[in-house]
T-cell receptor
């Protein structure tokens, strides 16, 4: 059983560009959440996808968007990058079978630097 | 979303027990208490969770106050590998979204 994987590991972009980050869920998991973690802070919830639909969103602008595919992998897209978007982006997968309180399994993250 | 309050940092000697406190005075009756930890350069990993009763697993124990307004994560014998940021998180049903609201956590330093 493979865990949650994310790609790329590191990424450098310039202000105004667009970026796509990818996440492969743990086998059997149908829910994916994305978090942004600035240096020295706890992760901040961006949004969650369940069965290919957005299922809740945190306080992030519309330029943060996502997709979930039939195989439950996911993408996070950020348009018009700003300097403050520099952060570690974490993906977490979970299974809703057995109830809504199953633990989330986090990937290692993608470190995005915006210059 | 209910909030949690944790000390910014704590220190422990290796092989001694560690008690990490968390206050959650606005917890609702259906909120579960979850603990995650984040080792350096890694994503957070699950430690333990509970609702009302104390809980034990291979990693740690969770002691929950009778009024549920506070809880304590107990590492019975700290090792150097336990040095991490520990997050106490409340997770409930009101929003219907299975998100975690992280605080800034407690940075645990383990001294050899």
């Amino acid at each position: 059983e493979t865990g949650v994987t994310q790609s790329p590991t590191h990424l450098i972009k310039t202000r105004g560009q667009q970026v796509t980050l990818r996440c492969s869920s743990q086998s059997g998991h149908n829910t994916v959440s994305w978090y942004q973690q600035a240096l020295g802070q706890g992760p901040q919830f961006i949004f969650q996808y369940y069965r290919e639909e957005e299922n809740g969103r945190g306080n992030f602008p519309p330029r943060f968007s996502g997709l979930q595919f039939p195989n439950y992998s996911s993408e996070l897209n950020v348009n018009a990058l700003e300097l403050d978007d520099s952060a570690l982006y974490l993906c977490a997968s979970s299974s809703t079978s057995g109830g809504p309180y199953n633990e989330q399994f986090f990937g290692p993250g993608t470190r995005l630097t915006v210059l | 979303d209910a909030k949690t309050t944790q000390p910014n940092s704590m220190e422990s000697n290796e092989e001694e027990p560690v008690h990490l406190p968390c206050n959650h005075s606005t917890i609702s009756g259906t909120d579960y208490i979850h603990w995650y930890r984040q080792l350096p350069s890694q994503g957070p990993e699950y430690v333990i969770h509970g609702l009302t009763s104390n809980v034990n697993n291979r990693m740690a124990s969770l002691a929950i106050a009778e009024d549920r307004k506070s809880s304590t994560l107990i590492l019975h014998r700290a090792t150097l590998r336990d040095a991490a940021v520990y997050y106490c998180i409340l997770r409930g049903t009101t929003s219907g979204t299975y998100k975690y609201i992280f605080g800034t956590g407690t940075r645990l330093k383990v001294l050899a």
